[in-house]
């Protein structure tokens, strides 16, 4: 009876068993048919989504395209429009170029003859130097407008900028290209600028950094020494160093009975107010300069542009009697100096 009964339990719990089977079979069939109907809806919302992002993108594209098109007809519209005006005014500029001195005025009054001709103040003349027909005191407003309203190219020789009137004169103060005298005592060549320190190191005779073919650089160090003979009537080359990224220039000159040691400075007056050169003259032998006789001076070095008579008086200025006695007795010995100028550079504060 046992067995039996235990045999009908099973049965029962195995009744059971399936079921909870097939309950659990019908929820998973339930789960699948809900998952599949929303893939579809997926599926249905991804392709929506994907042809929405194909027609964005031609969309895209052909604005792109559109605006290319846009772009290149802006360009050539613009290419037209310049050509147009460059032409334009190289045409006034034919018309108001001076045909004496073939420059294009900057100031009026620009006068003309009779037929139209214009020339400008300086070269003003009691015939027409066009057509040779008498000068009368015409004066052409429309040309001095023309003028004050045309952009004028610079006149240092290898400078293109082309400028506003009201620009170019403070452009040509500081334009590369612009003529400065040599800053060596005993050379008049005038050069441009931008190519000083091509002529000390390959064309100045009076240099010594053609000589020594270098130029030292004294950025690194605290200060630096010069040795020098007297000789009277010696010419004293110029000396050229590069300190901080600059070139610095120290002349000496013996004339009327004095010693004039200077430097200048590669740059305009505002470049070179940033700076400061100390020199000391001092006995060849004595390094640190607190002998009896040392001769200071601290300054702002000159601007190379500024006349050279002018910088003449500047920097050091000793009398041939102090000289002699800083000097002492001539050394005959060629390894020997008689003094020394201590050099130091450094940027104000």
């Known amino acids: 009876l046992d067995q039996i009964k235990a045999h009908s339990d099973m049965e029962t719990e195995y009744a059971s068993l399936l079921d909870e089977y097939e309950t659990n079979q019908n929820k998973s069939e339930d789960l699948l048919e809900t998952f599949m109907v929303e893939k579809k809806k997926v599926d249905k919302e991804h392709k929506s989504l994907r042809r929405e992002l194909e027609d964005l993108q031609a969309k895209q594209a052909i604005l792109l395209e559109e605006s290319k098109i846009r772009q290149e007809e802006s360009r050539v519209k613009y290419e037209v429009l310049e050509k147009k005006h460059t032409n334009l005014v190289n045409k ?7 045909p004496v001195c073939l420059e294009i005025p900057e100031t009026g009054p620009v006068f003309n003859c009779l037929n139209g001709h214009l020339v400008c103040s300086k070269c003003k003349s009691n015939s027409c130097p066009t057509c040779r027909d008498k000068m009368s005191e015409g004066k052409s407003l429309l040309a001095v407008t023309v003028l ?40 008049e060549d005038k050069v441009s600028f931008y190519s000083l320190i091509d002529h000390l190191m390959t064309d100045c005779s009076h240099s010594c950094a053609k000589e020594e073919k270098k130029i030292d650089d004294l950025t690194s160090l605290e200060g630096f020494f010069i040795s020098y003979n007297i000789f009277e009537g010696e010419e004293y080359k110029t000396e050229t160093f590069l300190w901080n990224g600059n070139y610095f220039f120290f002349n000496t000159i013996t004339a009327n009975g004095y010693w004039t040691f200077h430097v200048e400075m590669l740059g305009d007056e505002e470049e070179c107010s940033k700076y400061r050169s100390q020199l000391v003259l001092h006995k060849h032998k004595d390094i640190e ?15 190379v542009e500024e006349e050279k008579d002018s910088k003449k008086e500047t920097g050091l200025n000793v009398s041939n009697k102090m000289m002699t006695k800083l000097s002492g007795q001539v050394m005959k010995d060629d390894d020997d100096y008689d003094f020394k100028i201590s050099i130091a550079f450094y940027k104000k504060l």
């Open 92 to 98: 006034l500029h034919e018309r108001i170029e001076c």
């Open 148 to 187: 004050e309203n045309i952009e004028h190219k610079c006149r240092n020789q290898q400078c293109d900028q082309l400028l506003p009137l009201a620009e170019i004169g403070a452009h040509r103060k500081v334009c590369t290209y612009r003529l400065i005298k040599c800053p060596a005592t005993l050379c």
């Open 289 to 303: 300069a607190d002998d009896d006789y040392v001769y200071r001076f601290t300054g702002k070095p000159c601007s």
